[in-house]
C-alpha cells in the first residue's frame, strides 16, 4: 500500500461482506508490515461520506481519537452515523498493546454482537478504563456494543477508507492475508491462526 491508492469493491457488488445484512457477528484479520506514521485503513465495510450512513464494521490502526493511538482498532457501527452525542464515531476496541511498524503483526478485530476485541499477534490484551475527551471512562478492549451491526453498510474497501471528505486514512506498508468472516473468532482460534501463519511471514 503505497498511501495513495486502495481497493473498492461496491456495495452492491460486496455481497456476504455487508455482514450486518444477515447477522451480527465479524472477524477481520490481516497481517500487516507498517511503514505508516498516521492513522491507517486495513479493511471492512465503512463509509462516512455522503448522505448514506455507510458505517458498520472496519479495521483500523492508530486512531488519535478515544483511545486508539498506536493501536490496532476495530470499529463497529449500527445507525451507520456518529456515536450518539459526539461528532464522530468512537465505538471501537483498541488492543492493550501497541501495534510495531516495521515487521508483520497478525491484526485481528472480533465482533460477537456484544463486544468488539482487537488483538495483535493472536493476542488480545485488556485495555480495562480509558477516558474520552467528554469524561466518559469505559474499557476499550474488549469494547461493550450491544447494538449490531449496521445492514445498510457502505462499499467493502482495503487501504483506506471513505471520510467525510472523501477518501482518506490511507494505508502504507504491505498488507497479507486478509479475511472476513461472519462470525466472531474465538481467543483459541485466533491464536491458532497466528501459530499456523507466522512462520511464513516473519
Do not use: C
Not at 485488556?126 to 469505559?138: E, I, L
Not at 445492514?151 to 471520510?163: H, I, M, R, S, Y
Amino acid at each position: 500500500m503505497t498511501g495513495t491508492s486502495f481497493l473498492r469493491v461496491p456495495q452492491e457488488s460486496a455481497g456476504r461482506l455487508t455482514i450486518g445484512a444477515t447477522g451480527n457477528a465479524v472477524t477481520v484479520a490481516s497481517w500487516v508490515y507498517m511503514t505508516d506514521d498516521s492513522t491507517g485503513y486495513v479493511a471492512g465495510a465503512w463509509n462516512e461520506h455522503g448522505e448514506r450512513a455507510g458505517r458498520s464494521y472496519g479495521l483500523f490502526y492508530d486512531l488519535g481519537l478515544y483511545g486508539g493511538d498506536e493501536r490496532s482498532a476495530f470499529h463497529v457501527s449500527r445507525t451507520g452515523g456518529p456515536t450518539p452525542g459526539y461528532p464522530y464515531s468512537r465505538d471501537y476496541s483498541a488492543s492493550g498493546n501497541k501495534f510495531t511498524r516495521y515487521t508483520w503483526q497478525l491484526h485481528v478485530g472480533t465482533y460477537d454482537g456484544t463486544y468488539a476485541v482487537s488483538y495483535l499477534d493472536g493476542t488480545s490484551v485488556a485495555y480495562p478504563r480509558f477516558v474520552d475527551n467528554k469524561g466518559a471512562t469505559y474499557a476499550k478492549n474488549p469494547y461493550l456494543f450491544t447494538e449490531g451491526l449496521n445492514p445498510n453498510a457502505g462499499d467493502f474497501t482495503v487501504g483506506a477508507v471513505e471520510l467525510t471528505s472523501g477518501p482518506g486514512n490511507y494505508a502504507k506498508g504491505t498488507f497479507a492475508k486478509i479475511r472476513v468472516w461472519d462470525t466472531a473468532l474465538t481467543a483459541d482460534q485466533v491464536k491458532a491462526l497466528y501459530d499456523t501463519e507466522r512462520a511464513a511471514l516473519k
